[in-house]
């Protein structure tokens, strides 16, 4: 039988499916012009894409004012997600620079839609990801544009020190009791009666901690609004700004591809100018104000190094996430929140935890008849103090043991040899008295 065949043809003709194009832009300042150009962007892409037939519209993401890092871009890890979820096929971008100025970043990136196979083109470099040189050539210019940001870099770095040299203020962009734009700086008024306040305070013998409270209560927000606590306040009486003055390069960027500011501890030379804006606290305040933070300091300083204790740094409040502090009150020992201690009960109201009760109380924790120190910090981790006379005792080994504890009657604790040290000080209190 002979063999027939036929030819059937498709009623309909198949029509190619369209790429779906999405573009990406970036400009590296925040500044009108560059903005500007950005949306200028956005409409060249928008009109480039939906005038070629054969092209899918998939949106234009752009990034604002962010470096070439690609962690830090919202929408370019964005275009990223879309591209893994099967919704782009190409990626239009101006050039390398814009894409990616970190080489091992670009290469990782690319490598990565090329297994979802996602084309990228790059304009000004005429360069698609998916050609057979494409790898190749976008190493190399790459490595060209890696090398131009950190140039880059450099000479604004080197144009920024020659301005601190000359006394310059620079990217100062916020100060309480100042009011800054475009490198203006003015008093603001009520601000400024508060940091007045704070160095009248301070110098009459208020610490840092009671004159948070006392801002606390009266409603003051910080320049970023946030609540004040006794590191603010003390910035606040550092700040040689205060004064009329400043102390320039106190940060420096080291590295171009990250921009992270770090402290300057000797690295870089340092640059002290005076009367470089207006003063808020003339400087015979300042300087007594820093005499008193000294001797404060140095003071502080010897007691936290005589006044290291076994439970330093272990016990956690179950409610705010600070850490105890040591108290002593009249010869009473206890343990209490730092949050409680700096601002009071109103920030954190916590129980205080008697020293004699942390210590039978980790003795049992640990299953032994006597308090032992090594034993203590070689086994246990941190201390959680939940609330309602709870300790949880975290060990190293991931066990946790909570353990309630009690504190004892007044009439218990109050025995011969506290009633006459309370004789004691109420005797000295009334001699002192007289003689006033």
Not at 49 to 75: M, N, P
Not at 94 to 107: D, E, G, H, Q
Request: hydrophobic letters at 35%; glycine letters at 6%.
């Amino acid at each position: 039988m002979e063999r027939v065949i036929r030819k059937i043809s498709p009623l309909t003709p198949v029509l190619p499916k369209k790429k779906r194009v999405a573009a990406y832009a970036r400009v590296s300042s925040g500044k009108d012009a560059m903005l500007h150009s950005l949306s200028a962007q956005i409409s060249y892409y928008s009109d480039y894409i939906q005038k070629h037939c054969e092209w899918q519209f998939a949106g234009v993401y752009a990034d604002e004012a962010l470096t070439g890092t690609k962690d830090s871009r919202a929408e370019f890890q964005r275009m990223l997600s879309d591209c893994r979820a099967g919704l782009i096929d190409i990626v239009i971008t101006k050039s390398i620079s814009r894409f990616a100025r970190n080489t091992v970043t670009m290469l990782e990136t690319l490598r990565e839609l090329k297994l979802m196979n996602v084309d990228v083109f790059f304009e000004k470099e005429n360069i698609h990801s998916m050609s057979g040189d494409g790898e190749l050539m976008l190493t190399i210019l790459a490595s060209f544009a890696q090398e131009e940001s950190r140039s880059v870099s450099e000479n604004v770095k080197w144009r920024i020190r020659k301005r601190f040299q000359n006394g310059e203020l620079v990217n100062l962009r916020f100060a309480f009791g100042y009011r800054i734009e475009k490198n203006k700086i003015e008093t603001d008024p009520a601000q400024a009666e508060i940091v007045r306040m704070i160095f009248a305070d301070y110098i009459s013998g208020s610490g840092c901690g009671t004159i948070a409270n006392k801002l606390n209560q009266m409603g003051v927000r910080t320049v970023r609004n946030n609540t004040w606590n006794d590191k603010r306040v003390a910035d606040i009486i550092k700040n040689e700004k205060y004064a009329g003055n400043a102390l320039l390069q106190k940060k420096y960027v080291a590295d171009h591809m990250t921009k992270a500011l770090v402290m300057n501890k000797g690295v870089l030379p340092k640059y002290y100018a005076e009367n470089t804006h207006p003063p808020i606290v003339d400087a015979a305040t300042f300087q007594r104000a820093q005499v008193i933070l000294a001797e404060r300091t140095q003071r502080n300083a010897g007691k936290k190094e005589a006044g290291h204790y076994p439970f330093t740094g272990k016990i956690i409040c179950g409610k705010c996430g600070k850490k105890y502090k040591r108290k002593t009150d009249h010869g009473r020992i206890s343990w209490n929140c730092s949050t409680y201690l700096e601002r009071g009960r109103a920030a954190c109201h916590t129980r205080q935890i008697p020293e004699a009760v942390l210590i039978s109380s980790t003795t049992e924790a640990l299953g032994i008849t006597g308090f032992d120190e090594m034993a203590f910090d070689r086994q246990i981790k941190d201390i959680y103090a939940p609330g309602s006379n709870l300790l949880v005792f975290v060990f190293y080994d991931g066990r946790a043991v909570q353990k309630e504890w009690q504190n004892k009657p007044r009439s218990e604790s109050w025995n011969g040899e506290a009633r006459q040290l309370a004789r004691e000080r109420q005797l000295k209190h009334i001699g002192r008295r007289k003689g006033e």
